[in-house]
T-cell receptor, first 115, second 113 residues
């Protein structure tokens, strides 16, 4: 079974621009979560989608948004990029939502650099 | 504010020894606990999950959970150089109305041949 895939793997953007990242979950998985990983803050939860609806949201500004499609694929958008948005963005998929017994499996990540 | 605390390390152990990684969490209502391994430049890889008090063994790995003490640990027996990585403790629960997986900042393990 194929794992979680993320595209693109690397991105370089300029301050003020916007960016869209894509995630395809493991086949059969319906929940997708997004995380930001930086050396200083570690792994931080952005949001989780299930059945095309955002179910949970972390403590990030509104510039960070996402959506999920009917095939469970998900996109994350960051508008008005800031230097501090430079990070590894990770997508994780799980079978379902709402119970912590559903294990999350991570994709390879998208490395975003904002200059 | 939910917190998950780990010693940042580095934790150095000789090859063949037992590596012991520890994690404490602040949210008493946390329900599920996970250990991920992350090699440098790679994404986290799930190695263990544990949901009830006690020990859970999988090969060379043993996870231990004590909810009363809000403590979870990972033991790696017969440590190998290939175990050298950062180990992330993750706790699932609710806080401020949002269910999420909260990660510690990780313990860097170095296994010396």
């Amino acid at each position: 079974k194929a794992g979680v895939t993320q595209t693109p793997r690397y991105l370089i953007k300029t301050r003020g621009q916007q960016v869209t990242l894509s995630c395809s979950p493991i086949s059969g998985h319906r929940s997708v979560s997004w995380y930001q990983q930086t050396p200083g803050q570690g792994l931080q939860f952005l949001f989780e989608y299930f059945s095309e609806t955002q179910r949970n949201k972390g403590n990030f500004p509104g510039r960070f948004s996402g959506r999920q499609f009917s095939n469970s694929r998900s996109e994350m958008n960051v508008s008005t990029l800031e230097l501090g948005d430079s990070a590894l963005y990770l997508c994780a998929s799980s079978l379902a939502w709402g119970q912590g017994t559903y294990e999350q499996y991570f994709g390879p990540g998208t490395r975003l650099t904002v200059t | 504010q939910k917190e998950v605390e780990q010693n940042s390390g580095p934790l150095s152990v000789p090859e063949g020894a037992i590596a012991s990684l520890n994690c404490t969490y602040s949210d008493r209502g946390s329900q599920s606990f996970f250990w991920y391994r992350q090699y440098s430049g790679k994404s986290p890889e799930l190695i263990m999950s544990i949901y009830s008090n006690g020990d859970k063994e999988d090969g060379r790995f043993t996870a231990q959970l004590n909810k009363a003490s809000q403590y979870v640990s990972l033991l790696i027996r017969d440590s190998q150089p290939s175990d050298s990585a950062t180990y992330l403790c993750a706790v699932w629960g609710s806080g401020a109305g949002s269910y999420q997986l909260t990660f510690g900042k990780g313990t860097k393990l170095s296994v010396i041949p």
